[in-house]
């Protein structure tokens, strides 16, 4: 896994990036679900479909994009938003890491009580 | 997304004996690779060296929450808090918990690490950095030292 090109401003704003608390939320889940298939959406594009209004999903638009799960591009006129599945690979990766550090104490710990 | 760890393991002991595996701080010390300095009590730190190879440099440290008898022993700690220049007091620890119940065969022990949400994300990425590939070394040695000492 390579972290090239990660600048210092974008790697402070991530770290105090709640990016489990951003994905705790129907809506936002479903906006990354949506940009994670696809292109760089615009806010209307994102609407399309959705009962919710255009300043609601600029809303949850916005906490997605401090926790780093999606950037705003431009595209000539238009504000296009696109996904970066990095910070959730983070995570996947540290939890993963975590894991396995369980599985190999409680390996040891049936040794310790089994002989 | 999940913000927990949860396992589950049989093992061939009566609850009584993985009771104390659990909870004796030189027992727990012995199968969780940490020299400790005292017996768990609940609100208080524990803390000593890891004995892990190539992991003597960082201190464990725990604060020991609930011993209920044969049932349930938790801590809360920083996980993963092996880099001596951080500081991790300021971070929420996650929840440990243990929880035995007894099986035909023996005891069954419920592992659950619960809060991961509450760690900086920039931590996180950092853990998985200093580790890329270190980390399977590691685990190599781990393993061909419990089968020297099983």
Not at chain 1, 12 to 30: C, I, M, N, Y
Not at chain 1, 43 to 60: E, F, V
Not at chain 2, 58 to 83: C, G, K
Request: aromatic residues 8%.
């Amino acid at each position: 896994m390579s972290h090239k090109g990660r600048s210092g401003i974008a790697g402070k704003r991530r770290a105090q990036a709640p990016v489990f608390a951003a994905l705790g939320d129907e809506t936002r889940l479903s906006l990354v679900a949506k940009l994670s298939v696809g292109r760089p959406c615009s806010i209307s594009r994102l609407t399309g479909g959705s009962k919710l209004t255009r300043q609601a999903i600029t809303k949850h638009l916005r906490v997605l994009e401090r926790a780093g799960i999606v950037h705003a591009v431009r595209a000539g006129r238009e504000r296009l938003f696109e996904f970066d599945p990095q910070p959730i690979e983070a995570i996947q990766t540290y939890l993963d890491l975590v894991s396995e550090q369980w599985d190999q104490a409680l390996a040891r710990l049936k040794s310790f009580v089994e002989d | 997304m999940t913000d927990r760890i949860e396992k589950h393991i049989e093992l061939a002991a009566p609850v009584s004996r993985v009771w104390r595996a659990l909870t004796d701080y030189r027992e727990f010390g012995e199968w969780f690779r940490v020299k400790l300095d005292g017996p768990f009590v609940p609100g208080q730190v524990s803390r000593g060296p890891i004995t892990h190879p190539g992991y003597e440099h960082v201190i464990w440290e725990a604060v020991i929450q609930r011993m209920e008898p044969e049932r349930l022993f938790s801590f809360t700690w920083h996980p993963y808090s092996v880099d001596a220049k951080t500081d991790y007091s300021k971070e929420t620890p996650t929840l440990v918990e243990f929880k035995l119940e007894k099986t035909a065969g023996g005891t069954l022990v419920l592992l659950t690490e619960s809060g991961f949400d509450k760690i900086p994300s920039e931590r996180r990425l950092e853990a998985f950095r200093r580790n890329d590939g270190g980390w399977t070394e590691q685990m190599k040695n781990i393993e061909s030292h419990v089968a020297q000492r099983p």
